[in-house]
């Protein structure tokens, strides 16, 4: 066995020198794509926890895009009442499912489809951070393989349906970067850092929120750099200025509406127990999704095995001016604050705006990033000769599949089982568009009111005659026959940015939280009332793009003037 094992090992090696080094990387890329997302392949898919949530968001985006429309309240919800998806919660990356959704394709493909391209980003985000960091092919590839087949990312896709924080994965190792280059390497290189945490905002705030958390600790142990060129200071302030710039579309508008009113959002999710969501040490590294009613795996022994590369001799003596001991440095930090050991009720206390992360292993999502990172680079150091890398490579690549088998396996095993034998599950159903837990409701709003009062205009005054009809969100109203006094509360849940085209009128929002019109004593009339965005949300549209258009023009002539140097 051992001699068949050893010539194999020795054809493999001498197919390998006789490939290109760039056709052999994009040969191995492919195949870790397909081990990745092969699955996607079967007809239909799992009942991820959020899948409906995700899938509804794209089909209203669709929706809103088929009758001309970019939103801010998406169509659909709440039996047509509508609900502001697009004011809390980032969808920019979204609009390319629904793009194609538009142009005739199932949702559930377009999603799928989805998920390869983000795949392929994260791939191609994680090899450009590691190959910045130290120009090693081998150690990129290792660092991909390691993110893609991790634990955690694999969960998010095919148990939580966490899409949002899937797409997290591709922008970290870009704010990775542009902290590398503003603290350590070329400064002038530091939009990265802007379109990392653009990207991670504009995608997941709870991601983005964290990594500014680990911005603050980098720049915190980086002092000494900032101290002996104070231009690296000025950078990093640039690529702060410059990342509100590129996300105040979304970010002014979001806050706005934040101080205008209450919603869910800020009057209970923001109370979530941290604490009581950690993980003892073996749950960290090897715990199923199934033995936790939230589903979260650990993020595998694979990782362990890094964490014990560190203090391999050639990875040499720890230095905290270092980004890469940094990065375990924060790894550690993260793991600890993942168990029972960290004192979260005694931080939440000083840090109260930390509960925001809602659960302790949200962490995994960092971990597994910083991981992967520092995987690519201690494989690249310490595996000195070909064949230790390639046996290393096989190695990590089988401790990531046994967790991935176990976890996807018995995710579609599961599903098939209970739908094709048993009929005790249904394909995904998007005939209620899904509102998740409601965060964005404004206070007062009763999800199943709402659906038991049905589309219909009432008012306080039994004489009033009302007749409308509506296209999307945009409804237009005939009255006649109304009291000084009278008012409509219309079929919308209200948000501040409904505009309408009758000056005498005004609205309110109601006791529900609904639109309300007061007629201010008009006893007939016509208007017509749509979400068209305060105005504060139309300037900030200008200012993103214009940022936007900066950068890439900054982009462009760096790259131009580092080339011709």
């Known amino acids: 066995m051992k001699k068949q094992y050893l010539r194999l090992e020795q054809r493999l090696m001498e197919w390998m020198n006789r490939c290109s080094k760039s056709r052999l990387i994009l040969f191995l890329l492919g195949g870790l794509l397909i081990l990745n997302l092969g699955v996607l392949l079967i007809p239909d898919i799992p009942h991820a926890h959020d899948l409906s949530f995700q899938l509804s968001r794209i089909s209203s985006l669709a929706e809103s895009f088929k009758l001309g429309e970019i939103p801010r309240v998406y169509l659909g919800y709440l039996n047509n009442y509508g609900y502001a998806n697009g004011l809390f919660y980032g969808d920019l990356l979204l609009y390319i499912p629904a793009l194609l959704v538009c142009l005739g394709m199932n949702v559930v493909l377009a999603y799928k489809l989805f998920l390869v391209l983000v795949t392929v980003a994260t791939m191609a985000t994680v090899y450009f951070c590691v190959q910045t960091l130290v120009n090693s092919r081998y150690a990129s590839l290792v660092a991909v393989t390691l993110c893609t087949l991790s634990s955690y990312r694999v969960i998010d896709i095919f148990i939580r349906g966490a899409l949002a924080e899937v797409c997290a994965f591709i922008f970290i190792p870009l704010i990775v970067v542009g902290l590398y280059e503003v603290i350590y390497g070329n400064p002038k290189r530091w939009y990265w850092l802007s379109i990392g945490f653009t990207g991670c905002f504009l995608t997941h705030n709870i991601s983005f929120a964290l990594m500014v958390g680990f911005t603050f600790l980098f720049v915190c142990f980086g002092v000494k750099q900032f101290w002996k060129e104070k231009s690296r200071f000025g950078y990093l302030i640039l690529a702060t200025v410059v990342t509100i710039g590129m996300v105040s579309y979304f970010l002014f508008p979001m806050l706005e509406q934040m101080m205008s009113d209450q919603f869910v959002l800020t009057t209970e999710t923001i109370t979530a127990d941290v604490a009581g969501s950690t993980r003892s040490l073996i749950e960290v590294f090897l715990a199923l999704p199934y033995g936790k009613h939230d589903g979260i795996a650990g993020i595998g022994i694979v990782f362990g095995t890094v964490l014990l590369l560190r203090f391999n001799k050639r990875n040499g003596r720890f230095q905290i001016n270092q980004l890469t001991d940094q990065l375990f440095l924060f790894t550690l930090?993260?793991?600890?604050?993942?168990?029972?050991?960290?004192?979260?009720?005694?931080?939440?206390?000083?840090?109260?705006?930390?509960?925001?992360?809602?659960?302790?292993?949200?962490?995994?999502?960092?971990?597994?990033?910083?991981?992967?990172?520092?995987?690519?680079?201690?494989?690249?150091?310490?595996?000195?000769?070909?064949?230790?890398?390639?046996?290393?490579?096989g190695l990590i690549v089988g401790l990531l599949m046994v967790p991935y088998l176990l976890n996807v396996g018995g995710q579609y095993a599961s599903y098939l089982y209970h739908t094709r034998v048993t009929g005790l599950i249904q394909p995904v159903d998007l005939s209620t568009y899904s509102i998740g837990l409601g965060e964005y409701l404004p206070l007062g709003a009763n999800p199943t009111e709402i659906s038991e009062r049905g589309e219909v205009i009432t008012s306080n005054d039994d004489q009033l005659q009302v007749t409308f009809s509506r296209k999307g969100l945009t409804l237009s109203v005939k009255y006649h026959g109304a009291s000084s006094s009278a008012y409509l509360d219309l079929p919308l849940v209200y948000y501040k940015g409904y505009q309408i085209d009758d000056p005498s009128l005004t609205l309110v929002k109601s006791e529900e939280g609904l639109v309300r019109v007061q007629l201010n004593g008009q006893t007939e009339g016509t208007f017509t009332i749509a979400y068209a965005g305060t105005r504060l949300a139309q300037v900030t549209v200008w200012v993103s793009c214009l940022t936007t258009v900066g950068v890439l023009v900054y982009i462009y002539r760096n790259t131009k003037n580092s080339k011709q140097r």
């Open 333 to 393: 930090l993260s793991i600890w604050a993942v168990t029972p050991f960290f004192p979260w009720k005694l931080v939440l206390r000083v840090l109260s705006p930390l509960a925001m992360i809602q659960f302790s292993w949200r962490l995994f999502l960092t971990i597994t990033v910083f991981l992967s990172i520092l995987g690519g680079i201690y494989a690249m150091r310490t595996m000195a000769s070909m064949k230790k890398r390639v046996r290393f490579y």
